[in-house]
């Protein structure tokens, strides 16, 4: 009988969150994306039954409930299995089944980790139903059904790393998002990349909900602080290519100041601290996702990554042990 464990990256975005929600990036001219997997994980672990009982099983929530049925199941409203039961409710499976979920990303750490297990979810249940997803229907999919969750608009930035793994250039325009996987040059980020946790949950969808709405309410502070950033994705996309790592400082540092010029939701007390901290340092601050908590990059341009950690460990932030991801495949 069908038994398989899969596992998805999780991302830190580099440069361009928030341009990949639709309808913003078409009014942008082509905005891109800028991303990369690392190996903090989401897993999903699918084993068929030989009846027609439902188990499910989350540990990050520490919950697990048997049903009778897939429609006992679908019918219920515990709120561990609320993810859980959209990807049911899509795919309604004929057959019994176990699913066992966990994640290695903080609670709304920034990271895509509900993209990821979203991603983890599709790559097991279209393993074992043997209906392949095309990567644009894997992305389409797996926005709506967080779409209908969270009840407010989702980007799509974070599926891909889940997907591909490796550094992504996600380019944005009318005919939607394409994905081009750049090598990772790990001596770029070895000594500079050092990702950590405020221990403050942040709120995606809330943050990108504003943005969007302010713009379609047309508020030129949004639409300008918008158009920079774009510009930035641009610079920081062109930077990797051109193995321009010395631009990469000043690209985080205008990214860190258009980010927060958005909005104040997307930062907080926490990133603020954690921002003093990395310029005491002669580091750059880089929110991850849409901030307001989560995790931020402290990106350490002259590989001062242990002095950064010293002034980090009299703090109670957390330094998550993680590097950039590449397929193993």
């Known amino acids: 009988m069908f038994d398989l464990e899969v596992k998805s990256p999780t991302r830190v975005d580099l440069a361009g969150g928030t341009l990949d929600c639709w309808p913003l990036y078409l009014f942008l001219d082509n905005p891109v994306t800028v991303n990369v997997a690392i190996d903090i994980f989401t897993y999903a672990h699918l084993k068929e039954r030989d009846d027609l009982k439902v188990e499910l099983h989350s540990n990050d929530l520490n919950a697990r409930k048997t049903y009778a049925s897939l429609n006992e199941c679908l019918a219920d409203k515990e709120p561990a299995f609320e993810l859980v039961r959209a990807h049911l409710e899509f795919w309604k499976p004929k057959k019994g089944f176990s699913l066992s979920t966990r994640s290695d990303s903080p609670v709304g750490g920034g990271l895509g980790g509900s993209s990821s ?13 043997d209906h392949p997803l095309p990567e644009s229907d894997m992305v ?12 407010k608009p989702t980007g799509t930035q974070d599926y891909f790393p889940p997907i591909h793994g490796g550094l992504n250039f996600i380019q944005y325009g009318v005919p939607g998002p394409r994905a081009h996987v750049h090598p990772i040059d790990q001596e770029v980020f070895r000594d500079r990349f050092l990702l950590v946790y405020t221990g403050r949950s942040h709120h995606s969808g809330i943050n990108n909900w504003q943005v969007i709405k302010q713009w379609l309410d047309g508020d030129e502070k949004t639409r300008s602080a918008m158009s920079r950033l774009a510009d930035i994705s641009k610079q920081m996309k062109l930077a990797i290519e051109e193995n321009r790592v010395s631009d990469l400082p000043k690209i985080f540092a205008q990214e860190y ?11 907080s007390p926490e990133i603020r601290k954690l921002n003093e901290i990395a310029k005491s340092e002669g580091a750059i601050a880089k929110i991850c996702g849409a901030g307001g908590g989560g995790c931020v990059l402290i990106w350490c341009p002259d590989r001062q990554i242990e002095k950064v950690k010293a002034a980090l460990a009299k703090t109670e932030f957390q330094v998550l042990p993680t590097r950039p991801w590449e397929h193993s495949a």
């Not at 100041?257 to 930062?267: D, I, K, P, W």
């Open 117 to 129: 297990l979203c991603i983890s979810l599709l790559k097991a249940f279209s393993a074992w139903m």
């Open 257 to 267: 100041e258009a980010r927060t010029m958005l909005s104040e939701g997307f930062s």
């Open 140 to 151: 389409r999919i797996a926005s709506h059904i967080e779409a209908q969750i969270l009840l």
